[in-house]
C-alpha cells in the first residue's frame, strides 16, 4: 500500500510570489490534514480536508488555502509569499474518524528568499 | 484553548540507560493523546495513544506511556534505549469531541543516544 506522497519534496520561491503544494493521501483515506513545521513553532495545523470539504481549520493567515478533490488528493496554496513561510510542510491522511493515527507524508521543503 | 508542553527539548542518553520524557496538555475536556517520532531522514510515525481504557498503553519498539488524568500528563518511557531510538519525538492531543485530522503537537524532544 503506497503512503502519503507529497510533491514536489523541495521548492525554492521569493517574496511576493504564490506556490501550490500537492498532497496525494493513502488509498481510501478521505481525510488530509495539513502542518507547517518550523524549528522555532514546532508543528502548527494549518487545516484538514475530508470529502472535499474544510472541516477544521487553524491560526493562519487567508494567504493559507487549500482544496480537496473527488480523488481526495489534497493542494495548498501559499499567496504573497512571505520569508518567515519558509518552513516543511507536511500533509497528513487517516480514514477520518476520532482517535485515529494519522499517517504522515515525507513534506515538501519550502525557502522563501 | 489547547495547548501541549514537553518539558526536555535536548536528551542525551547512554545505550541501556532508561529513557522518561514528559508531556503535559492543556484542555478542558476529553482528550485523545499521542506520541509521534520522526526518526532522521523518515516521516513522522505514530508510537502509540492513548483512546480511552487502560492508562498505560504499550506501543511500539518497546515504548509506554501513561495518561494520568489529574496531572493532565502522558509521558513517555522506555527501560532501557539503543542507539536507534535517536529521533524527535513529539507529543500531541485532540479534543474527544473533534475531528481526527486537528492535533495540536507539543514542541518536540530531540533525544540522541550514544553507543
Known amino acids: 500500500k503506497a503512503g502519503v506522497t507529497q510533491t514536489p519534496r523541495y521548492l525554492i520561491k521569493t517574496r511576493g510570489q504564490q506556490v501550490t503544494l500537492s498532497c496525494s493521501p493513502i488509498?481510501?483515506?478521505?481525510?488530509v490534514s495539513w502542518y507547517q513545521q518550523t524549528p522555532g513553532q514546532g508543528l502548527q495545523f494549518l487545516f484538514e480536508y475530508f470529502s472535499e470539504t474544510q472541516r477544521n481549520k487553524g491560526n493562519f493567515p487567508g494567504r493559507f488555502s487549500g482544496r480537496q478533490f473527488s480523488n481526495s488528493r489534497s493542494e495548498m496554496n501559499v499567496s504573497t509569499l512571505e520569508l518567515g513561510d519558509s518552513a516543511l510542510y507536511l500533509c497528513?491522511?487517516?480514514?477520518?474518524?476520532?482517535?485515529?493515527?494519522?499517517?504522515f507524508g515525507s513534506g515538501t521543503q519550502l525557502s522563501v528568499l | 484553548a489547547q495547548s501541549v508542553s514537553q518539558h526536555n527539548h535536548h536528551v542525551i542518553l547512554s545505550e541501556a540507560a532508561s529513557l522518561e520524557l514528559g508531556c503535559n496538555y492543556s484542555?478542558?475536556?476529553?482528550?485523545?493523546l499521542f506520541w509521534y517520532v520522526q526518526y532522521p531522514g523518515q516521516h513522522l510515525q505514530l508510537l502509540l495513544k492513548?483512546?480511552?481504557?487502560?492508562?498505560l498503553v504499550k506501543g511500539i519498539k518497546g515504548f509506554e506511556a501513561e495518561f494520568i488524568k489529574s496531572k493532565f500528563s502522558f509521558n513517555l518511557r522506555k527501560p532501557s534505549v539503543q542507539w536507534s531510538d535517536t529521533a524527535e519525538y513529539f507529543c500531541a492531543v485532540n479534543a474527544r469531541s473533534s475531528n481526527t485530522g486537528k492535533l495540536i503537537f507539543g514542541q518536540g524532544t530531540t533525544l540522541q543516544v550514544k553507543p
Open positions: 497528513a491522511s487517516s480514514l477520518g474518524q476520532s482517535g485515529e493515527k494519522l499517517f
Open positions: 484542555y478542558g475536556g476529553t482528550v485523545n
Open positions: 492513548y483512546f480511552s481504557g487502560d492508562p
Open positions: 488509498s481510501g483515506h478521505r481525510s
